[in-house]
């Protein structure tokens, strides 16, 4: 809704008094607000959008079913979701701190007790979810360091 109302144009409007056309999309003219207009203009690309991060989400709930199960401690599907939710709400919530390290541990052992889950099982999660972020990430950022060597 406030896409929609213009907070994104009132926002390119604060900035360009300060930065003026910092706001502004290269070669297009137009600002941020008309690309979000021109993103929600497009329904089929932002529901495919949606569906995608959606399933995605999916997916992650279903990796920390899989883990608690693997590690002894398994709980219901919406104990599932209902810690993922939170632990996805909390991490972006502080997205200040680079890659919510200490955040998403501390989050996942505080929530997981709510749910009466034992620390130590929370604490699992949250590292073997690191662990993956990490395999993942350091070939994706020496293979972009690469290309930028080159």
């Known amino acids: 809704l406030a896409q929609r109302l213009g907070v994104v144009r009132l926002l390119e409007r604060l900035a360009d008094k300060?930065?003026?056309?910092?706001?502004?999309?290269?070669?297009?003219?137009?600002?941020?607000?008309?690309?979000?207009?021109?993103l929600y203009g497009d329904r089929r690309r932002f529901a495919l959008a949606?569906?995608?991060?959606?399933?995605?989400?999916l997916v992650s709930c279903g990796e920390a079913w899989?883990?608690?199960?693997?590690?002894?401690h398994p709980i219901?599907?919406?104990?599932?979701?209902?810690?993922?939710?939170?632990?996805?709400?909390?991490?972006?919530?502080?997205?200040l701190v680079p890659a919510g390290l200490g955040v998403q541990e501390g989050a996942y052992v505080v929530v997981g007790a709510a749910i009466g889950l034992?620390?130590?099982?929370?604490?699992?999660?949250?590292?073997?979810?690191?662990?993956?972020?990490?395999?993942l990430g350091l070939p994706a950022l020496l293979a972009w360091r690469l290309s930028v060597a080159r």
């Not at 300060?18 to 607000?33: D, E, F, R, S, Y």
């Open 76 to 95: 219901g599907v919406v104990e599932v979701v209902a810690l993922e939710s939170v632990i996805w709400a909390i991490r972006n919530a502080a997205f």
């Open 118 to 135: 034992p620390a130590e099982a929370a604490l699992a999660i949250s590292l073997i979810k690191r662990g993956r972020e990490i395999l």
């Open 66 to 72: 899989l883990i608690l199960w693997m590690v002894g």
């Open 50 to 57: 949606v569906g995608l991060h959606l399933a995605g989400w």
């Open 18 to 38: 300060v930065m003026p056309n910092a706001w502004k999309l290269n070669g297009t003219g137009g600002g941020v607000q008309d690309a979000i207009v021109a």
